[in-house]
C-alpha cells in the first residue's frame, strides 16, 4: 500500500472516530432533549442522571443535554433559558425550588415546549407531566412507623429538606398527618437541612447539645440521617435514639445499606425516575397522550427486607 493511500485511511478513521465514535451518529438524532437537573452532585441525583443516560443510550434517535443547576435557583432559571434558545424539542427539569423556578417553566411551556417535572413540582399546571412517588404518603408512612418505634411517645428531631422544595414540605405534612392521633409525641427541634449530609450531622450536633432525651430522628432524606447517625455515635447518643430516612438507595453509601449496618431503622424507597422519565418522553415525542401525573410507588425498606434493596 502506498504512503499517501495509507494517510487517506488513517484520516478517515480518525474523523469516523471524531464524529460517530464517541456518541450517536449526529444522522440518526431525531429528538434532542434538554434535563435541567437542580443538582448532579449528591448521590440520588447522580443515580437519577445515571438511568436517564443508560435509558436514553438504548434509543438512538434521543440526544439528552444535562445541565447541572448546582443547588442555585438562577443557575437553573438561566440552564431552562439556554434549553429554549436552543430549540429543544422536550425539556426535563427537576427544580431546586418551587417558586424561583415557575416562571421559566411557564414560558418554556408557552413556546410549546413539552415538560415533564420530575421529582420537584413547581408551582403552575403549565407542564405536561409530573413523575415522581407521592411525598406526603411517604412522610404519612415515616409518621407511622416512628410513632410504632417509640410506642405512642417520645422526643423528634425532625431534619427537614430544603424547605422551598415540594418534597421537604409534603414530607413534612405527611409526618405530622402520620403522627396525629399521637400527641404525647413531640416534634422537639427542627431545622432546614437543605438536603446535605454535611447540615444534617451539624443539625444534629446542636440538637444533641440542647436536648438530653433524643427519642428519634426523622429526616427528609437519608443522607441527612446518617449525617444525624454520625454525629449521634461521636456523642456516644445511638443507642436511645431511632433514625428514619427517606431514599432507599442502592450501593454501598445508600440507604438501604444503612439499615443492615444498623445506622438506619427504617428507609422509604425514593425511586428516581429517571428511566421513566425517557420512557414518558418518547411517549410524548411520539404525540401519544400521557396522563398529568405518573406515580411511582414507595417500599418501607428496614431489617425484614433491606436485603433486597442493597
Ligand atoms: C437529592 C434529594 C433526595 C431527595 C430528593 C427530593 O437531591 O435530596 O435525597 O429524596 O432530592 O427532591
Known amino acids: 500500500m502506498k504512503n ?16 460517530f465514535g464517541c456518541g450517536k451518529q449526529e444522522s440518526t438524532i431525531k429528538y434532542t432533549i434538554g434535563f435541567s437537573q437542580c443538582n448532579s452532585a449528591e448521590p440520588w441525583r447522580e443515580a437519577m442522571n445515571k438511568e436517564l443516560l443508560r435509558e436514553a443510550a438504548k434509543h438512538p434517535e434521543l440526544k439528552i443535554m444535562i445541565n447541572d443547576g448546582q443547588q442555585d435557583n438562577s443557575k437553573q432559571v438561566a ?25 421559566i417553566v411557564e414560558k418554556a411551556f408557552d413556546k410549546d415546549i413539552p415538560i415533564i417535572v420530575l421529582d420537584r413540582k413547581v408551582l403552575t399546571d403549565k407542564y405536561t407531566v409530573f413523575i415522581g412517588a407521592e411525598n406526603v404518603k411517604i412522610g404519612k408512612a415515616a409518621g407511622e412507623y416512628a410513632a410504632k418505634l417509640l410506642k405512642g411517645k417520645g422526643n423528634v428531631v425532625e431534619i427537614w429538606g430544603l424547605k422551598g422544595s415540594t418534597p421537604a414540605m409534603e414530607r413534612h405534612e405527611g409526618f405530622i398527618q402520620g403522627l396525629s392521633s399521637h400527641p404525647v409525641i ?16 451539624e443539625i444534629m450536633e446542636n440538637a444533641l447539645q440542647r436536648f438530653d432525651k433524643i427519642d428519634l ?13 454520625i454525629a449521634a455515635k461521636n456523642a456516644n447518643r445511638v443507642d436511645k435514639t431511632f433514625f428514619i430516612g427517606i431514599d432507599g438507595l442502592p450501593g454501598a453509601e445508600g ?38 401525573t405518573i406515580t411511582l410507588e414507595t417500599v418501607t425498606i428496614d431489617k425484614s427486607n433491606a436485603s433486597n434493596y442493597k
Open 4 to 19: 499517501s493511500t495509507r494517510i487517506v485511511i488513517l484520516i478517515t478513521l480518525v474523523l469516523k472516530l471524531l464524529f
Open 79 to 103: 440552564d431552562v433559558e439556554n434549553f429554549i434558545v436552543q430549540e429543544v424539542d422536550l425539556l426535563i427539569i427537576s427544580p431546586n425550588e418551587a417558586q424561583p423556578l415557575t416562571n
Open 186 to 201: 413531640k416534634i422537639i427541634y427542627e431545622q432546614d437541612g437543605a438536603w446535605l449530609r454535611r447540615k444534617g450531622r
Open 217 to 229: 430522628v426523622y429526616g427528609h432524606n437519608d443522607p441527612m440521617v446518617i449525617g444525624a447517625y
Open 255 to 292: 440507604g438501604a445499606q444503612a439499615v443492615l449496618n444498623g445506622e438506619l431503622n427504617a428507609t422509604f424507597l425514593y425511586p428516581t425516575g429517571g428511566e421513566k422519565a425517557v420512557q414518558v418522553a418518547l411517549d410524548i415525542l411520539a404525540g401519544k397522550k400521557v396522563p398529568k
